[in-house]
């Protein structure tokens, strides 16, 4: 078991990233709660690798990762073999090292999504699982062994994962599994000084969001029924994504941070 030192509790200090090397996994565009992530975190110092999905997706990403002089870009499609093995042994060569990793993608068949849970196919289920849930573990077991002063990863959640979201339909019990990996890969990796995390992010409007049905209609219910009557803010995300990578939160894992403007804690259900 490795002994971890814990920082000194100088607040001006535990948010400064210098030195410290990050990857975002999932930026579609400018939008996205991925890039906001990775902007919050270089801005306090860190050193980012960037992937994209695929050609089509690089021509919106190429730009965000010259911005912050990202010395690492590379295709990630999970689904494709190779691909997410070949970025880390890129940071494997480049750096040698990994301090925190963010992982934000998500993904199901349209026909699944916006159909009951009831009548979803096996292989869409299993492809929704692979991409949203299995990539993170998958990012876990290549980031263990860069990580050995301890690290962070992090991952996007949503409230459906807890309470029934109508329209979300099988991404529910999808986004119920990566919460539930969550606590498992701290429980694992934590002798590591690794901590595992997850942000449950409320509606924002993103690309990945505009796949559920009436996507609308639940930002107006969070304006209206949400503690502080608002939406949140991609870059409120962003920066809940800086602090669990930072030294702020040394002794926190296997916690689901809800940033959703206290949605949740109304424990309603969305019609």
Sequence with gaps: MMTVSIPSPDPGKLLDMTGRKGLVVGIANESSLAWASARNCHAAGAELAVTYLNDKARRFVEPLAKSINAPILLPCDVTQEGQLEAVFDTITKTWGQLDFLVHAIAWAPMGDLH?????????????????????????????????????????????????????????????????????????????????????????????????????????????????????????????????????????????????????????????
Excluded at 128 to 152: D, K
Excluded at 168 to 178: E, R
Excluded at 206 to 234: C, M, N, Q, Y
């Design 115 to 271: 159909g009951r849970l009831t009548d979803c196919s096996a292989t869409g289920f299993a492809q929704a699982m692979q991409v949203s849930c299995h990539s993170f573990i998958r990012m876990a077991r290549l980031a263990e062994p860069l990580m050995t002063r301890g690290g962070s990863l992090t991952t996007l959640s949503f409230l459906g994962a807890e309470k029934v979201v109508d329209h979300y339909n099988l991404m529910g019990p999808v986004k119920a599994a990566l919460e539930t990996s969550v606590r498992y890969l701290a429980h694992e990796l934590g002798p590591s000084g690794i901590r595992v995390n997850a942000i449950s992010a409320g509606a924002v409007k993103t690309r990945a969001a505009s796949g559920i049905e009436h996507f609308d209609e639940l930002i107006r219910e969070t304006e209206t029924k949400s503690p502080l009557r608002r939406t949140v803010t991609a870059d409120e995300v962003g920066r809940a994504a800086l602090l669990l990578a930072s030294d702020h939160t040394t002794g926190i894992t296997g916690e689901i941070l809800h940033v959703d403007a206290g949605f949740h804690v109304d424990g309603m259900i969305f019609h």
